[in-house]
Every structure is written in C-alpha cells, then in structure tokens.
C-alpha cells in the first residue's frame, strides 16, 4: 500500500532524524503524540523509514569516498604532470593522470609580444592546491598516522624522580597497561 503525502514527510522527517512529535507536526498532522506513536505500527511506514535511512547512510559513504578520491588527487599531483602547448595553454603532460587539472589552484597567464604586436611567447604561472594538507586529510582517513599525546607534569613526585631508565619504563608501561580496557 502506497503512503500518503503526509505520511512520507513524516517519513522523512523520522528519517532525517526529528523529533517524532516535530516529524509529525512538520507532515501536516494535528493530532495528539499517541497519534504519532500509532503511526509507526504502520509496516509500509516503517519500511519507508528504513529505506530512508539506508539512501542517506549510502549517500554519506559516497560523499567520503569522493572526498578521498579529490584529495587524493591533489596529494599526488606533481608539476611533471603539466606543459605549456604553443598557445601559452597549460595542458596535460603526456602521461599524466586525466584528473589532474583539478589538481591545478590558479593559472596566470602573461602574452608578450614582439615589435608587431603579435605574440612572441608566453609567460604562464600556475599553482597547485595543498599538497600537504590533502597528504595528511588522505592519510588520517586511512589510518597511517598514529595518534600521539604527550604528558607535561609541572611537579614530577619523587617517587618517580628517583627512578632510573628501566625503572622509569617498566612504571610506564605498568600504566599503560591498567589504561588498556580488559578484553577478557
């Protein structure tokens, strides 16, 4: 059985996450917030709301994926994959990857001319977005940088001032090891 108008914007409303009681007045309802309650024994409602939820949980993998994809793009760009073609046009090097102009931030071009008036050559400038920064946005999404945190005591006790090397580090990794959760 097909939903009415206003049972898919409340549908989509639960979906997107409102309240029920502000999913229910947002489709149009005026009825009580039993009435809401009631609706969701609704199976062809439930299962639109499920359905909502799977769109936008695949719609969100798809954001990340080309998320990473651009950056990934800009992290492995290179000056070697661009040339300058006999009308002063910054093209693709022969070889280069054929997304790589999305790689490209800027282009300046400069025509000099000889006594005529006619182009003589060009000057080009270009310049490529963050490669450093979509290097590290790149690698934190895979997971290659381990997480570092540092401990600055302002008082260190003398317990522990008095220990040597070994005994500094065996207190450490007794630390660390009561900080691990249990998995037993």
């Not at 609704?42 to 994926?65: D, F, H, P, Q, Y």
């Not at 994809?69 to 290179?78: F, G, H, T, Y």
């Not at 207190?171 to 900080?179: G, T």
């Amino acid at each position: 059985m097909a939903l009415s108008s206003r049972q898919e914007k409340l549908a989509q409303g639960i979906a997107r996450g409102a309240a029920l009681k502000v999913a229910w007045r947002e489709a149009g309802y005026t009825g009580a917030a039993q009435s809401a309650h009631r609706a969701l024994r609704n199976a062809t409602l439930c299962a639109r709301i499920a359905e909502l939820r799977e769109l936008s949980v695949k719609g969100i993998a798809l954001s990340v994926e080309r998320v990473v994809k651009e950056a990934s793009i800009l992290a492995m760009s290179s000056v070697e994959h661009y040339a300058i073609d006999a009308r002063g046009n910054l093209v693709l090097a022969p070889g280069a990857p054929p997304d790589a102009m999305r790689a490209v931030s800027r282009v300046k071009k400069r025509t000099l001319l000889d006594r005529d008036g006619e182009p003589r050559a060009y000057e080009v400038d270009f310049a490529l977005w963050d490669k450093p920064g979509s290097i590290k946005l790149v690698g934190q999404h895979l997971g290659m940088f381990a997480e570092r945190h540092q401990v600055t005591l302002s008082v260190i006790p003398p317990r522990i001032a008095a220990l040597d090397d070994a005994a500094l580090d065996a207190e450490i990794a007794l630390a660390e090891q009561k900080a691990l959760p249990d998995k037993t």
